[in-house]
């Protein structure tokens, strides 16, 4: 068992750091409201403290062979597949979700990125460019300095997608995690130092916004990955281009879900389930505008309202609760202001829509039907167990209508016709599309946001070329030519 409470609220420079004189940010269990445990944000002096280090343990790491690099990563998968169990419950503990999904979803995937990264870290190499005689090769080098900033839904996931990727390619990382959900990040640092990691490569440091601009404003800062929402992505994103940072934005959605009549029912009916309820549908890239085609759609809701029934709500450390709570009293009064909305704009109301009457933040996984695309449930990121069900008749019609929203994040389709399949997806206006499936997340494919939605990729190779960049080097094998 993890005490919640970690033995300092930042890890710099190989170790735990405390200064309690920075604001206190309490950690909520959000299925009871309890406070677990006490952070502080990092003060200007912890930040100095973390990107000093950072700055000064790259080149050595910078120095090593990626195969070197890479072991290291690998024996950090292994520590955390290992403690998978325990990491698991703290993940529940810090984000409210259940032990079922996180011990499957998140030190898991936070392990997957470190074995894939470290696996390829050794493979990561130039080009030869050959020019006649003359030839240019490129060195891929790595950017130096790097921040990660995360948002609260996936903290190990994420602290371990930016992590991973800076790492293999001879980056530092200094990582600020959500305020709402500080704690498994230190446990990545502590797993990544235990496995060998030099120390003041991956630094943790707690706080807010402000602690978040201190470091995308600082100098020595090369990089910023930043998992949040649209309006933070704008923010920092501005920030970070008045120093010619680079940057990748993983940011919000409000994708769609495409089931032609076709579709396998049950398929799609977990599909939509998938991209609506897990995680209490605090999910970046769920397909919660659900366009049904008209002959389908009394079978789905039908079919949908009786699955709904198989929802377990309650303790999430039972690992028989398939449905947790929202991770703060703040986020669940936003999902209420939206189903209040949702029937305000004539939305039907199909099922819950209720808070649930119990300490901590429950709100029953809810589903509208009859919305149309004016509706503000139908626009906005709502973040939050809201299924909104969209009628429509034809494919140019849906897609046209898919499109027409400034997010582009993922985007779903179910159907028996391959050709319209790959149509549809070929037509999404969004960076990670299904077919027949929904919220799969592979670390091997690449996973990002078009338009509103973001800028870059992680996972995959595709993380490689965002956290590296490549050196040019042309040789002459002859005489200089001038003018003069
Ligand atoms: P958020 O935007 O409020 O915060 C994200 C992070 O940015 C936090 O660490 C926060 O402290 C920091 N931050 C906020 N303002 C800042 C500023 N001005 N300068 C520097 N840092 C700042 O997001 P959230 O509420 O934690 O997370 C929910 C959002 O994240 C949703 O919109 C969701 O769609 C999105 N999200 C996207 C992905 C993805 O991969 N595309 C994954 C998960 C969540």
């Known amino acids: 068992m993890i005490d919640p409470q970690p033995r300092g609220s930042h890890f710099v420079d190989g170790e735990y750091v405390e200064d309690s004189t920075g604001a206190e940010i309490p950690v909520i269990y959000p299925a009871t409201g309890e406070q677990i445990a006490t952070v502080y944000a990092a003060t200007d002096a912890v930040v100095e403290q973390a990107l000093a280090a950072a700055k000064r343990a790259q080149p050595e790491w910078a120095a090593m062979t990626g195969t070197e690099r890479g072991r290291i990563l690998r024996r950090a998968a292994d520590i955390m597949r290992e403690r998978n169990h325990d990491l698991s419950v703290l993940e529940t503990r810090d984000t409210g979700k259940p032990l079922q999904e996180t011990l499957v979803a998140d030190a898991t995937s936070g392990a997957d990125a470190l074995e894939y990264f470290g696996g390829i870290a050794g493979s990561l190499t130039g080009d030869y460019i050959p020019l006649g005689e003359d030839f240019v090769y490129t060195r891929r080098e790595p950017l130096g300095v790097c921040v990660g900033l995360g948002a609260w839904n996936y903290p190990t996931q994420i602290a371990c997608w930016k992590g991973a990727p800076a790492l293999a390619c001879g980056n530092a990382m200094v990582f600020k995690p959500s305020e709402t959900t500080p704690l498994s990040a230190l446990q990545v640092a502590e797993i990544l130092h ?45 920030m970070a281009a008045v120093g010619m940072k680079h940057v990748t934005m993983e940011l919000g959605g409000k994708s769609p879900l495409v089931i032609f009549d076709d579709a396998d029912l049950e398929n799609a009916v977990s599909g939509a389930i998938n991209g609506n309820f897990y995680s ?169 946001g078009s338009k509103q939605s973001g800028v870059g990729r992680e996972n995959s190779s595709a993380a490689i070329e965002h956290f590296s960049e490549k050196k040019s080097v042309y040789v002459r094998m002859g005489d200089v030519e001038a003018p003069f």
């Open 280 to 448: 209490s549908g605090q999910v970046c890239s769920n397909g919660t505008r659900v366009f049904v085609q008209k002959g389908i759609k009394e079978a789905f809701l039908a079919r949908m309202t009786e699955r709904l029934a198989g929802v377990k709500m309650g303790d999430p450390l039972d690992e028989n609760t398939n449905f947790g709570p929202l991770v703060s009293q703040s986020q669940l009064e936003i999902v209420e202001g939206y189903v209040a909305k949702g029937l305000e704009e004539g939305a039907r109301l199909v099922h819950g829509g209720n808070r649930v009457d119990r300490e901590g933040y429950y709100i029953e996984p809810t589903v509208f039907a009859d919305v149309t695309d004016d509706m503000t449930i139908a626009r906005e990121e709502i973040f939050g167990p809201v299924l909104s069900v969209l009628d429509f008749e034809t494919e140019d019609e849906v897609l046209a209508r898919a499109n027409d929203t400034e997010f582009g994040l993922s985007a779903g389709v179910f159907t028996r016709d391959l050709t319209r399949a790959h149509r549809m997806a070929a037509g999404f206006e969004a960076g990670t599309c299904y077919i027949n499936t929904y919220n799969d997340a592979p670390v091997e494919a690449p996973f990002g």
């Open 194 to 238: 235990e496995a060998g990691l030099p120390k003041g490569l991956y630094n943790v440091v707690q706080g807010r916004a402000r602690v978040g601009s201190l470091l995308v404003n600082d100098k020595r800062v090369a990089k910023v990955s930043l998992t949040g929402s649209v309006p933070t992505g704008r923010k920092v994103y501005a």
